[in-house]
């Protein structure tokens, strides 16, 4: 499995890190313009003062990077700049960058180890753990990639401090679904320290991220190739959220938006189909309530949105099963687990209506 270490910084020290993990001080550093321009420099500095040879490489900060073109030009400047198996490639961004680089990582070469560097708060709890590295198709996301686990993944909570307010909630949705999914005493923690974390402050933050990133790697590693079911409890949420992505074309709503309206429909769900008590459903609902989305945003990428259209489109979502909807539901707060068997349509539209109902003010319960 992959090493994780969280720290501040966690860029010193690395030469001697890289070679107690077999890793060779050879590495292409890949940036989206964004992080290339707050930390670039140091950290290109940092490496040159450790003994590196690094290649440096940026591509445009957008998912539209996440492409099979973008691949291609990056193998080229790799190809003529010599790299070669024996050496590496270092992912310095949120996720877009954590996925791209994973994947020109393991197609370059037959295959060359990655290392994450995440900086934003989904990519450090999130998508820079488990493997999972794609590019997208125009016809759906991520639908090309491979399983390809990073060697060591570098989590500097402090790289947050320039993260935008809007990318900090996108990343709390997925530290909230640990805790719906896998602890109940995190939910609790993320429940009385909500705005601390989302204010960055010290210590919620660090232990919010250490805790997220445990719980991911430690579901991964059970279940590596989501063949049993658990790996897929991952997904909480998800299956409304794809389908929200799709209709909002990737780009009106961040990931992690989506997820957070997601999660409020997949607990309206759970309690409809009888799986989750009512006071949980609240509790739950109470601490959804505390996101913040840009004006606006919630009532014309969800609210305004037909139940059937949004239904449609959840359909077309990769996840499908024979075109049969998989639900991740809760037991209780803490526990998840994936519904095999099919729901029926008219109770997945109440869920949906219920979500809604619940962002207008006026909750269904
Ligand atoms: N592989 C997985 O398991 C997995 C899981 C979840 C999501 N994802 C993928 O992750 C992507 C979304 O990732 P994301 O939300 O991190 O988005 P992102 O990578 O697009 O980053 C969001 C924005 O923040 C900027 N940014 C990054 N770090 C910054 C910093 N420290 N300060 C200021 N700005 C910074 C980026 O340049 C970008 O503009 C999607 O493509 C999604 O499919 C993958």
Redesign the pocket.
């Known amino acids: 499995m992959s090493t994780i270490l969280v720290r501040t910084p966690v860029i010193t020290g690395l030469g001697e890190l890289f070679t107690t993990h077999g890793l060779s001080k050879k590495t292409v550093v890949l940036f989206?313009?964004?992080?290339r321009k707050?930390?670039g420099e140091s950290l290109l500095q940092t490496l040159h003062d450790e003994g590196f040879q690094c290649k440096e490489l940026v591509v445009p900060?957008?998912?539209a990077s996440?492409s099979f073109s973008v691949a291609y030009r990056i193998y080229g400047s790799m190809i003529e700049a010599d790299v070669d198996r024996s050496w590496n490639l270092l992912a310095v961004?949120?996720?877009?960058?954590?996925?791209l680089g994973?994947f020109i990582a393991a197609s370059y070469f037959r295959g060359i180890p990655v290392i994450q560097l995440?900086?934003?708060?989904?990519?450090m709890t999130?998508?820079?753990?488990?493997?999972?590295?794609?590019i997208?198709h125009p016809l759906g996301?991520?639908l090309i990639?491979f399983f390809h686990l990073p060697e060591l993944i570098l989590i500097d909570p402090s790289?947050?401090?320039?993260?935008?307010q809007r990318?900090i909630y996108?990343?709390m949705a997925?530290v909230v679904k640990y805790g719906f999914i896998a602890d109940e005493p995190f939910f609790n923690f993320l429940d009385l320290h909500f705005s601390d974390i989302t204010s960055l402050k010290e210590p919620f933050l660090t232990e919010a991220i250490k805790k997220s990133a445990f719980i991911k790697a430690d579901v991964v590693e059970k279940d590596f190739r989501e063949t049993d079911g658990l790996r897929a409890t991952?997904n909480f949420g998800h299956t409304f959220a794809h389908g929200l992505e799709k209709l909002a074309e990737?780009r009106y709503l961040?990931?992690?938006e989506a997820v957070t309206i997601g999660m409020v429909c997949a607990l309206f769900l759970s309690y409809n189909l009888g799986y989750l008590d009512q006071q949980s459903l609240e509790r739950g609902l109470s601490l959804l309530k505390r996101f913040r989305f840009p004006k606006g945003v919630v009532k014309r990428r969800f609210v305004a949105i037909d139940s059937e259209l949004l239904l449609e489109n959840m359909l077309s979502d990769k996840k499908k099963l024979d075109k049969k909807l998989r639900f991740v539901l809760l037991k209780k707060l803490g526990e998840a687990f994936l519904l095999e068997e099919s729901v029926d349509e008219s109770i997945v539209l109440k869920s949906i209506d219920d979500g809604r109902r619940f962002f207008s003010g006026k909750e269904a319960c």
């Open positions: 989206d313009e964004h992080t707050l930390y900060a957008r998912e996440k961004g949120g996720g877009v960058i954590g996925d994973g995440p900086t934003t708060l989904l990519a999130d998508s820079a753990i488990g493997g999972k590295v794609a997208n996301k991520n990639g790289y947050l401090k320039t993260l935008p990318e996108s990343g997925e991952l990737y961040r990931h992690g």
